[in-house]
Nanobody, 123 residues
Framework: QVQLVESGGGLVQAGGSLRLSCAAS????????AGWFRHAPGKERVFVAA????????IYTDSVKGRFTISRDNAKNTVYLQMNSLKPEDTAVYYC????????????????WGRGSQVTVSS
């Protein structure tokens, strides 16, 4: 399985911005798409955003549309999640994964996950 390495989390005030990065270590993502899930305390892990690695098609969960932007740099085997206008409810551990986009919308993971990046938004 491909190893996914995340970076870029942190603490930010509401209204601020953060950018997460996810690099496929040593090889490509080996999947058609890559994206992010998040896991907030006391809640299930949920889909956030995904991008197809060839076409660049982006999909988002409704709660982040217009605030988050997912992008990819295939030369660097890296996917990014730019998060703007952050809200306290965005606080979660964000996990990168690779897989295929499915109806929902969502991303069906292929099995590789990053270790997670903590994002904390203070009010």
């Amino acid at each position: 399985q491909v190893q996914l390495v995340e970076s870029g989390g942190g603490l930010v005030q509401a209204g601020g911005s953060l950018r997460l990065s996810c690099a496929a270590s040593g090889r490509t993502f080996n999947s058609a798409a890559a994206g992010w899930f998040r896991h907030a305390p006391g809640k299930e892990r949920v889909f956030v955003a995904a991008i197809t690695l060839i076409e660049g098609t982006q999909i988002y969960t409704d709660s982040v549309k217009g605030r988050f932007t997912i992008s990819r740099d295939n030369a660097k085997n890296t996917v990014y999640l730019q998060m703007n206008s952050l809200k306290p409810e965005d606080t979660a551990v964000y996990y990168c994964t690779a897989g295929v986009i499915v109806a929902g919308p969502g991303l069906r993971p292929s099995g590789s996950w990053g270790r997670g990046s903590q994002v904390t938004v203070s009010s």
